[in-house]
């Protein structure tokens, strides 16, 4: 039986944690259509008849800009030398000819070849492609740039290819008992995942910077066993005040639909109703201070 950890890497919004969902069935990782709407990593533990592989979800590598971007990029970064193999998820290009490694997927790879350890390639949103045999010479000019063990053309989103990738890193995986419990899904808490959910719904419902300068806190978790469900307070931090009145909305317009949609996420998730209190806070430059970093989970 073979039991192992992979570490899932690239570039913000190429479709890691659509990925990583897909490959354990379940919702696990936060998605959007922003970059970097991942900051931690995620951990989720996929199962099979030949034994079990551990995946890490990481942040996207990109030039950070602040302290957030950088505990971002060393959590991803970080992940390489705890793995026994990585995943490299990419995107498809226009064409074979414009085929080239970005700067952070060069840094990536020369981390993977100091670390000694394997890497497969991921090609993903292949559902897009229209013309499919345009993927060959793509797959040869990718395989030119890289010592890769596999290629493996993907739609995360669909499904379609994510056997044969499974496939392909299970090869690279050492022999020994499982690492979790076959019934554990993620390390990760139910209040970490529910904060997530709530962060989604703030990067589908913010504009622009907005996001970037959110954070979430669980304040207070109740679990009623009479009433079978849970209450929980959770605080949004933002840098100004004139970002609180944003996320507050006109009338609190938008704190609500924010709630009433984190709210239903978190119930699905939960499997039982959840009750929702949600506090916006201000506090200044939060993404600058490790100390504050540190206390909402994005720091030592």
Request: glycine share 8%.
């Amino acid at each position: 039986m073979i039991a192992g950890t992979v570490a899932i890497l690239g570039r913000p919004n190429v479709g890691k944690s659509t990925l990583l969902n897909q490959i354990v069935g379940q919702k696990l990782a936060i998605v959007s259509a922003k970059p970097q709407t991942t900051r931690n990593r995620i951990l989720g533990v996929w199962n099979g008849p030949d034994g079990q592989i551990v995946f890490v979800d990481t942040p996207g590598v990109h030039a950070a800009r602040n302290a957030l971007g950088h505990f971002m990029v060393d959590e991803a970064l970080g992940a390489i030398e705890d793995v026994d193999a990585v995943l490299l998820v990419v995107t498809p290009p226009e064409s074979a000819h414009a085929v080239r490694l970005a700067p952070e997927e060069r840094r990536i790879l020369e981390l993977v070849k100091a670390a000694r350890k394997p890497a497969v390639l991921a090609i993903n949103k292949v559902d897009t492609v229209k013309d499919k045999p345009a993927l060959i010479p793509v797959l040869t000019a990718w395989n030119e740039l890289g010592s890769f063990s596999a290629l493996v053309p993907v739609s995360a989103r669909r499904g379609s290819g994510v056997p044969g990738l499974i496939r392909e890193l299970a090869k690279l995986m050492p022999e020994g008992a499982p690492l979790y419990s076959p019934d554990l899904l993620t390390d990760r808490t139910e209040r970490f995942l529910a904060g997530e959910l709530i962060r989604e719904q703030l990067f589908g419902a913010l504009k622009q910077e907005l996001p970037y300068a959110t954070a979430v806190l669980i304040d207070n978790w109740e679990e009623r066993p009479d009433r079978n469900d849970v209450v929980i307070d959770a605080s949004i931090l933002v840098e100004r005040d004139s970002q609180k009145l944003i996320v507050v909305g006109k009338g609190g317009a938008m704190i609500k639909e924010v709630g009433s949609r984190a709210r239903h996420e978190i119930t699905e998730m939960l499997g039982r109703p959840a009750h929702l209190r949600l506090h916006v806070k201000v506090a200044p430059e939060w993404t600058e201070s490790p100390s504050s970093l540190a206390h909402v989970g994005y720091g030592k």
